[in-house]
């Protein structure tokens, strides 16, 4: 329990011991779910409107007051919940893709095909072609990318307006499954492969490029290698058009900016054991930071930017509730065990990442007390856990904990392993309250199968 009227974020805060969202407890968001005839209540993902909003805002203010042409991309794969997307249009982004299905699901949303930009580094021939047909921006990946563009456009005979995907050599300095601008890397174009590609776009005159783009890669926290990237790109852009690519216009610099998942790690960690753990918070870059960097190094070039962040927008705009099974001691260790798991939150399985994990009521326990506690779920894998070594008080059955920070990568890499429901999402409006995803019906799981 958190000390009285204690403020995790604009959006999420402590008043009492109980966890709000904007102006509803959670403990109200699940008695709403029981009474909108939800079974299982919990697991649930929750997301702040005004989180978003305030979000979207802070790049959208930095990059209006430039003196350039600029396009906020959502990077859909963080979070396709429909109901987000909708907010998030309606603040003016336009969307970057990575699939077919995620491009059918933007024409639906009523986006506007020629600011969208596909990228991938294996697209498939109808997803080109999907692309192409609605006039779509395209990331090329490679060699193999820009011969299957060329068949597409000569195909259904129209033109395809590009971006060179680059890999800069940069070292983003984050998890290695999150670093993709790093020699060696399956995404992007090299340097040595660079005039290749560019061979294949001259001969190819329905192939029209018209900007360049680089991802580092996610979670990055250091201003100096947005810098260091922007240069380069810059350069690039400036090489290319003296070559005579005259089309040439955009910079679309992948997203990448990190948020500060740490912030509160004091608040669950034991000082006796803290064995070294990092507990200052980091200094993360806001968007406002980002955007004045790239505009610098841009200076007064006339090319328009293209930004696509996807974390930064949507993370600490969202937690899961969860609900306690159980408290259980396994010598030496203890653990809560949630209904939660990997299958809502995977980020701390696949990534060791740390999301933090606190209760969001007062423990009914009598003589309850901060004790170490690694969170995990129900899932049949030694890998299941929320959080290791939590410094938390001891629930009740059935009390209420949240992870934090799980707007982005949690529902969108969420899965049905030991054929687990996905669970409900809801939207908080001030105090309202939106159904924005139900939970999973067994015959949703088995539908596709010969049952
Ligand atoms: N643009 C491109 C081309 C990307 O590949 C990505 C993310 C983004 C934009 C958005 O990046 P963001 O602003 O969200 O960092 N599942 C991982 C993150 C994978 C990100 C992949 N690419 C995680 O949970 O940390």
New binding site residues.
Partial sequence: MQEENYYFSKAFKYQNGFLFCENVSVGEIKVWLKNQGIARVTPAFVYSKSQIEENVLSYQNALSALKRNTQLNY?L??NFNPSLVRIIKSLGCSL?L?SGFELELSLKLGFQPENIVL?GNGKELWEIELAVRNGCLL?IDGMFNATQTTSVCRKLQKKARILLRINPNIDPMVHKY?S?GIGGSKFGIQKEDLNDVLREIESEPLLQLVGIHC?LG??ITDIGIFRECTEMMSQLFSNLKNEGFEHMKYINL????GIDYTKHIAMTTDPETINGMETKPLVIPTPADVVKVIDEVLGDKDISLIL?????LIANAGILLTSVLGVKKSEPKRYIVVDGSMTEVI?PAL?S?YHHVDICEPSQVEDAHKMLYDVVGPVCESGDFLGKDRYLTTPHEGCTLAVFDAG??CSS?GSNYNMRARPAEVLVNGNKLELIRRPDSLDDILGPYNV
């Fill in positions: 990077a794969k963080a970057t990575v990228n990331n999150n993709t991802h996610s979670t992948g997203g990448g900016l696509e962040p996807g974390r930064s980020r990534y990442a982005a990568y890499m």
